[in-house]
């Protein structure tokens, strides 16, 4: 601890310690124990308290009957748990204050023990200090543990929830050192602490109360998921007939709590070859209801050693909902091997047409899953690709009332369904990821239909739009080439010729999140698709990029922004509206450069100028006709426009832009990361004077020293970056001390001075490189880069600023800390 | 810190409300949920353990542990913009994977990621936060919300339904009350009762809410009127222009910036003051642009003038540009963030904290952490970065000017809704234990006052509607009683439950419907007489005695010797071991279980000596 810190200790404990002083603000507490952890964390905790008494003399404080604040309390049990963590540190409070502190005299029974944060502070202090043997022996001693069992079951949900967690902490603790092998089933084998926990875990399973049921599964859950010695195989034996005694029930007590056990279980690598487990599975999922079973079915699928019958039983449970919906459209289940034998039983039949949303709540789920599953290696094979597509567009159908099914239940699931936009957005969403697999070109063929129509639809919402835009992006992405030729498959090629008119509808939709949907999904696919000829002939004979262009001045600041996006996108791939007159060819493309940088200069919003700043730096990139025409010029355009601008990701990002040019002026050979500072290699040739001429010319060093004192540090970092980059290709390169002290050197340094100090001052002018080289030599770059990795907080966060601001704020925040807004 | 994302379940009949706003990037400890900081059991939701960066936003962890938090919540409902309400929306939508409905107001709408986009800045900036939310997670993120009216019933299911009151606090805040069924919850949000410059008072109708979940930040102040606190600091910032000082005010970007906008304004114009103000980010645009456009959010007086002038038309309040900093003379900087913790307004600071002819006035509340909560905690000498230490000579002022009802305006509302039972939230427990039992005395309905993270049960009695067919009404009209609303009826029926509806039938109606059969259930019983006659001799007494009793009854002898009373069938038998003893068997249907009953016991007393 720094001395400064100690000094202000004393009058730091002083203060918590007098109930007449409250302490403004709990957060100080928090940050007070974060920092206490810390420092014991780092070193040894008694030295800590030996070195500063006033500590322990905070903790005995407590002892005493006084009307101390809950909250102080609540402090003061964490921060002896904190500093008991440590055997010798415990030892040394174990005497009077420990069981003080957590023992019967304590807090517990107490009027303070009402109060939630003293219950939780508790337990959470004793989840601290257990962790050796001796803290074992004192709770096996002090009653606390019959305190935890019973908070299990706390009003309060945090103490509840850290209760479980300190009974499952302290069953694998206790279960460490000896008994670290295979103890025997029997009880008097066990460590005491391990035994009354087993029993209490043993009594609650029998209970007839679902609670204590629920408390006892998820003190096992954690225990299971989190220890993996051999004894939690004895554990498992002894309990798991208990667990099987619950699958008898009905309804089965803490359905949810179950399945998290079994599958905890499941996962462990020690109790995963138990064959009794499986057949536990299997019961279980015979047991649950279709809602229930579901996440078990997934749990079960992801598991990677799992019996074949038992993974095609938990498959048959994930597919059953989609089996019924197949059946009701009337449709086959289809090809034989797929849906076999899963024709939807009458449980999950019931529940789907129970009510609308038991049907949209089973639906969304099942559809949740297979998409979880879909993308995993461990998923079933062979994976029922063509009847799952087909259920995801009946369900799509139903949805919005274009399937006209003869079953009464199919009747009967269309009404239930239809406009139901959270099924919708499920099945869209699971199509998408269908998408990576292909399936017949039949029900690919009804996929872009289904998609095209709910595209199409007036009724599709917002957010339905934006998955079917999703959605549909991805099956065109993943269409198939047509063999031996670069182009896009016929079937594809007649859809897009579809979809552009739909595009273009939807990008003059008055809601502003359909046009940024749209715009965004015409960004995708023409990264993607911008070289084939069929998809810019589609394109171009659409009206889709001069609505596009409209965009740019739409009223929405975040449509602005992705129109940026996208007309750049089209102009770096030559999609840009040719229209331009055959008086000035090219005419049209030089506007959207001067209308890009009319938005830079002139956008009142962020978005859009970032927008513009990431399509100008991918232009310079990639060589863009527009920029290649006269680099020097757009550069320096671009960096003033930036240099001015009041978003700091704006300025962020001009930086990247001079780093693309200065890499291209400078040439960068071998280094792929512009900020790698490395000492040049012997074989790299000087940057010519040339070079340092045109970085003069647009201005980059004047924009790059500005933004080093910028008052936001990520682009003061980003500077110190680009011009340490800049010093390690230059320097070692240019003569000895050529300017050192001219004029003008003196000139910039003042300058940069009145930055440093945040005034502004007027422009540098021309500079000249031997200027700019001695500056950058006389700068201690490395220092500054040092200095801005810390965060710009450092110094108030410090814990020297947060004692000073504890101390100062007594007796003065009281009223200020209601007025937070 | 409390800010609310109501999730109804209505098949379990229970409210829950778990809070998606956050705490401020700096005050980083008891967020809505999980104060704690470790995840409750699984222990791998990414974003458990650690320090206090890592607890930044709450442990949605607590709603569901391994499953989908879409599959828990209906929906989610921002009651306003300020970010201990939405803050860590984008983080609950886009990173914890929340896939439903977002209800808020137009304005909140609008608002919103202006707040989000400046939180995310500041995080970023200040700290170099890589594990933040993007600007593209805030985009997406409004994507999901749904726009909402005042007074307009939305129907998030077939179930559930919201409808939103205006709440006063800022600009498009609004309290939701939640239904389902006849039950229903109204949470409140931050609200005020008393109109100010620029907002007009929080209203809800009488809905008699089952309960009404209240924020309580003054639950025993009488707030002093806002005008003195207005003359207060219009006086000082007068004084400190006119010997030539500068004053900085760091506000946020919306809210209280705009309603001491129109304050200075006006004064300006009254005064006829020279002395320039400046807004110091671009954000101001915007916001006043909104201050515009929602110009029905606003009280009546704005709404009135707006007509001749818009009261946010500024013609005083000109844009900052960094360089005016150094200008001499007076003048009056509104700068953001609003506790000096990075940024424009702490370097403004920086360059006039020196001097004691300048000011700087913090209309709210800082963390600590911040420069702001250094220097109002009396602290002059603030040590900076690299050791320097920055002297402050310049006053320090601060003004409250939060928008909360105060006790009395708790009351009001109580008044106003006629809630079944109280919830208070979002205050000091001590303050909210006073404000209890005064709601409790002066309503006689039950107050709560649960801690973070604490379950309350309230018990409620639903009224269930359900349909009577009009075949039911005709046969109750037909005899001849007219429906009183005074006087409560008994009908019977047969009650029908399809599809969560209820409809109560006549028993043949529901046979019908049903496709039914009838069945018939008769109650039997055997009596025991001592006679050694023969059986159809016994019958014979029996009828006669029968007869000669129930005059009014039809008694009938059938040919095949049993009798019958109404629907009771009574046959006379041997007792298969005594001779000298008969049995009768007695039966009945249920509608004549009276008569039964009555005929049973009067068997039982034996038959009146026969003539020998």
């Known amino acids: ?821 | 810190m409390w800010a609310e994302a109501a999730s109804w379940s209505p098949l379990r009949a229970r409210t829950s409300c778990w809070t998606v706003g956050c705490t401020w990037a700096l005050t980083t400890t008891i967020p809505g949920l999980g104060a704690s900081g470790s995840d409750p059991w699984s222990g791998d939701s990414g974003h458990g353990g650690g320090g206090r960066r890592q607890r930044r936003f709450p442990d949605f962890s607590y709603i569901t542990r391994n499953g989908r938090l879409t599959d828990f919540l209906d929906c989610v409902i921002i009651s306003h913009f300020h970010l201990d309400h939405c803050g860590a929306l984008p983080y609950f939508s886009e990173m914890v994977g929340y896939d439903g409905p977002i209800y808020m107001t137009h304005p909140t709408q609008a608002i919103c990621p202006i707040l989000l986009e400046d939180y995310r800045k500041i995080a970023v900036d200040k700290k170099g936060e890589a594990n933040f939310f993007t600007s593209q997670m805030i985009k997406d993120c409004m994507k999901k919300v749904v726009a909402v009216r005042l007074h307009q019933t939305v129907q998030v299911d077939d179930e559930l339904e919201i409808k939103a009151y205006y709440a006063g606090h800022v600009l498009g805040a609004a309290m939701f009350q939640i239904k389902v069924g006849s039950e229903s919850v109204v949470y409140t949000g931050d609200y005020n009762m008393t109109p100010d410059r620029h907002l007009g008072a929080a209203w809800i109708d009488k809905c008699r809410p089952n309960l009404l979940i209240t924020e309580s930040t003054y639950a025993t102040t009488i707030r002093d009127s806002k005008r003195c606190r207005e003359r207060d600091f219009l006086k000082k910032v007068h004084e400190t222009v006119e010997r030539g000082g500068k004053v900085l005010i760091p506000v946020f970007a919306l809210g209280r910036a705009q309603e001491l906008c129109i304050l200075l304004e006006t004064f300006w114009e009254r005064m006829n003051l020279k002395a320039p103000i400046y807004f110091s980010t671009g954000l101001t645009e915007k916001a006043n642009h909104y201050y515009k456009l929602f110009i029905t959010w606003t009280n009546q007086k704005i709404r009135k003038t707006f007509v001749q002038r818009n009261m946010f038309e500024f013609k005083h309040i000109k844009a900052f540009d960094r360089a005016f900093a150094d200008n001499p003379g007076p003048m009056v900087v509104f700068a953001t963030p609003g506790m000096l913790h990075a940024g424009q307004s702490l370097q403004i600071f920086r360059k006039w904290a020196g001097n004691e002819k300048n000011m700087v006035i913090m209309p709210g509340y800082c963390v600590q952490g911040t420069v702001g909560h250094k220097i109002l905690s009396g602290q002059r000498k603030l040590e900076m970065e690299g050791r320097q230490v920055l002297e402050v000579k310049m006053q320090v002022e601060y003004m409250s000017f939060s928008a909360h009802a105060d006790a009395k305006g708790i009351m009001q509302l109580v008044g106003q809704a006629e809630p079944e039972s109280v919830l208070l939230v979002h205050g000091e427990a001590k303050k909210m234990e006073f404000l209890k039992q005064k709601i409790e005395q002066e309503f006689r309905v039950n107050c709560y006052m649960p801690a973070n993270g604490e379950t309350v049960t309230l018990p409620t009695s639903p009224s269930i509607p359900v349909g009577i067919s009009l075949g039911l009404l005709k046969r109750e009209m037909a005899q001849g009683l007219l429906p009183d609303t005074r006087k409560p009826r008994l009908l019977h029926g047969t009650l029908i439950v399809k599809d969560s509806s209820f409809r109560l039938v006549s028993s043949e109606q529901a046979l019908k419907e049903l496709g039914l059969a009838e069945h018939q259930l008769r109650f039997t019983c055997r009596v025991q007489l001592h006679d050694s006659r023969k059986e159809q001799e016994t019958a014979t007494r029996v009828y006669s005695h029968l007869k000669s009793i129930l005059k009014d009854h039809c008694v009938q002898h059938l040919p095949d010797g049993s009798v019958t009373v109404e629907s009771i069938l009574v046959q006379a038998a041997a007792h298969s071991e005594d001779p000298g003893t008969k049995v009768l068997l007695v039966s009945w249907t249920y509608q004549d279980e009276e008569l039964g009953s009555y005929l049973t016991a009067l068997l039982k007393k034996g038959l009146p000596q026969a003539p020998s």
């Not at chain 1, 930055?755 to 950058?776: F, M, N, S, Y």
Request: with cysteine.
């Open chain 1, 1 to 821: 601890m720094d001395p400064e810190c100690s000094r202000l200790l004393p009058a730091l404990c002083s203060v918590l310690a007098d109930p007449r002083q409250p302490v403004a603000d709990d957060t100080c507490l928090e940050k007070l124990l974060d920092w206490f952890k810390t420092i014991s964390e780092a070193g040894s905790s008694l030295l800590l308290l030996q070195e500063n008494p006033c500590l322990v003399e905070l903790l005995f404080q407590v002892l005493r009957p006084q009307d101390l604040s809950a909250r102080v309390l609540s402090f003061s049990l964490r921060l002896a748990g904190i500093f008991a963590a440590q055997e010798d540190c415990f030892q040394y409070l174990e005497g009077e204050l420990l069981p003080g502190l957590f023992g019967e005299a304590g807090p517990v029974g107490q009027a303070a023990w009402t109060a939630p944060t003293v219950r939780s502070g508790w337990i959470q202090g004793l989840r601290s200090l257990a962790q050796h043997p001796s803290a074992l022996h004192f709770l096996a001693d002090c009653g606390a543990l019959d305190t935890v069992f019973s908070l299990q079951g706390d009003s309060s949900l945090f103490v509840a929830s850290a209760a479980g967690q300190l009974l499952a902490h302290i069953l694998g603790l206790s279960m460490r050192g000896p008994a670290e092998g295979l103890p025997s089933l029997q009880a008097p084998d066990w460590p005491a602490c391990a035994q009354k926990i087993v029993g209490h875990l043993e009594e609650s399973l029998r209970s007839t109360a679902p609670p204590q049921v629920t408390q006892a599964l998820n003190v096992l859950t954690t225990t299971f998921g989190h220890c993996h010695s051999p004894w939690t195989r004895v554990l498992w034996e002894r309990l798991s007939p208990l667990v099987a005694c619950l699958l008898e029930e009905d309804p089965l007590p803490a359905a949810h709590s179950l399945v998290d056990l079994l599958l905890s279980v499941a996962r462990s690598p020690v109790l995963s070859s138990d064959c009794g487990l499986w057949e536990t599975l299997a019961q279980t999922l015979r047991h649950l209801s279709p809602t229930q079973a579901g996440p078990l079915a997934l749990g079960i699928l992801k598991l990677q050693d799992c019996p074949q019958a038992l993974r095609a039983q938990a498959f048959g449970v994930l597919l059953q909902p989609l089996a019924c919906v197949l059946k009701a459209a009337d449709q086959a289940p289809g090809p034989p091997g797929l849906l076999e034998g899963i024709t939807g039983d009458s449980v999950t039949v019931d529940t789907l047409l129970s009510s609308k949303s038991a049907c949209a709540g089973l639906l969304c789920r099942t559809l949740a899953h297979l998409e979880l599953l879909q993308p995993l290696p461990q998923r079933p094979s062979p994976w029922p690709q063509a009847p799952l597509l087909g259920a995801a567009v009946t369900i799509l159908q139903f949805c919005n009332g274009s399937a006209a099914p003869a079953s009464n239940v199919g009747g009967r699931l269309c009404a239930l369904l239809a406009g139901c936009v959270r099924v919708q957005r499920a099945a869209l969403d699971f199509l998408g990821t269908l998408s990576q697999e292909t399936g017949p070109q039949e029900l690919v063929t009804q996929v872009f239909s289904v998609l095209l129509e709910h595209l199409r639809s007036p009724d599709s919402s917002a957010t339905v739009l934006k998955k079917a835009f999703q959605a549909t992006l991805r099956w065109l992405l993943s269409s198939p080439k047509t063999p031996g030729c670069c182009d896009l498959d016929p079937h594809t090629q007649l859809f897009l010729r579809e979809l552009l008119p739909v595009l273009q509808k939807r990008l003059c939709s008055p809601c502003w999140e359909v046009r940024d949907s749209g715009l965004e999904f015409l960004t995708q696919v023409t990264r993607h698709w911008g070289g084939q000829a069929g998809f810019r002939h589609v394109l171009l004979t659409s009206e889709v990029p001069e609505l596009a262009e409209q965009l740019l001045r739409d009223p929405e600041s975040y449509v602005r922004a992705s129109a940026v996006t996208a007309m750049g996108q089209l102009s770096s791939q030559g999609l840009h509206a040719t229209t331009a007159s055959p008086e000035h060819p090219g005419g049209q493309q030089k506007s959207l450069l001067v209308e890009l940088l009319r938005i830079l200069s002139e956008d009142s919003e962020g978005f859009p100028r970032r927008a513009v700043m990431q399509v100008f730096t991918q232009w310079l990139r990639d060589g863009h006709a527009d920029v290649t025409e006269d680099t020097e010029r757009f550069v320096a355009r671009v960096l003033q426009a930036a240099s001015r601008d009041l978003d700091w990701e704006v300025r962020a990002q001009g930086l990247e832009l001079a780093l693309v040019f200065l890499a291209q002026t400078l040439g960068q050979p071998g280094s792929h990361c512009p900020y790698a500072v490395a000492p040049p290699q012997a074989t790299l040739h000087s940057p010519p004077a040339q070079a340092l001429q045109a970085l003069c010319r647009v201005r980059l060093f004047e924009f790059a020293f500005r933004a080093l004192f910028d008052c936001d540090r990520p682009v003061a970092q980003k500077s110190c970056d680009l011009l340490l980059f800049l010093r390690a290709r230059t320097v070692p390169h240019s003569g000895p001390q050529e300017a050192g002290g001219s004029p003008d050197v003196v000139s910039v340094e003042a300058a940069l001075q009145r930055w440093r100090a945040g005034e502004q001052g007027p422009p540098l002018g021309d500079l000249e490189p031997e200027t700019v080289l001695a500056v950058l030599r006389s700068m201690d770059l490395e220092g500054l880069r040092g200095a801005l990795a810390e965060s710009s907080d450092h110094v108030e966060e410090s814990p020297q600023s947060l004692l000073q601001d504890v101390l100062a704020a007594v007796g003065v925040l009281g009223e200020n800390q209601a007025d937070c807004y």
